[in-house]
């Protein structure tokens, strides 16, 4: 059974950092890579950052260059390190996997920016 697990998540003022991590058993990120995802209020779930299996990355327009996207495979950990947050990325974040078409979900961690 797949288990995907985020944690990380609280209340940060504009310019803070967050750090999220995405604990998985039942699939190996070292082989399915993680994708982070996140829903705003009225808004649809949107792709945040991706990394493959093999440590590809790729990255919505709107987190490049304050948001990074790795991966430990000994811990089968994601981690998706956001700096300078903007109130626009308050959203519940979810991992997932595969990072191509994931099939899998964590339950989400919210994320809200704001002073």
């Known amino acids: 059974q797949v288990q995907l697990v985020e944690s990380g998540g609280g209340l940060v003022q504009p310019g803070g950092s967050l750090r999220l991590s995405c604990a998985a058993s039942g699939i190996y990120f070292s082989l399915n890579g993680v994708g982070w995802y996140r829903q705003a209020p009225g808004k649809q779930r949107e792709l945040v950052a991706a990394?493959?299996?093999?440590?590809?990355?790729n990255y919505a327009d709107s987190v490049k260059g304050r948001f990074t996207i790795s991966k430990d495979n000994v811990k089968n950990t994601g981690y998706l390190q956001m700096n300078s947050l903007k109130p626009e990325d308050t959203a519940v974040y979810y991992c997932?996997?595969?990072?191509?078409?994931?099939?899998?979900w964590g339950q989400g961690t919210q994320v809200t920016v704001s002073s």
């Open positions: 990394i493959s299996s093999g440590g590809s990355t």
């Open positions: 997932s996997a595969p990072f191509r078409n994931p099939r899998y």
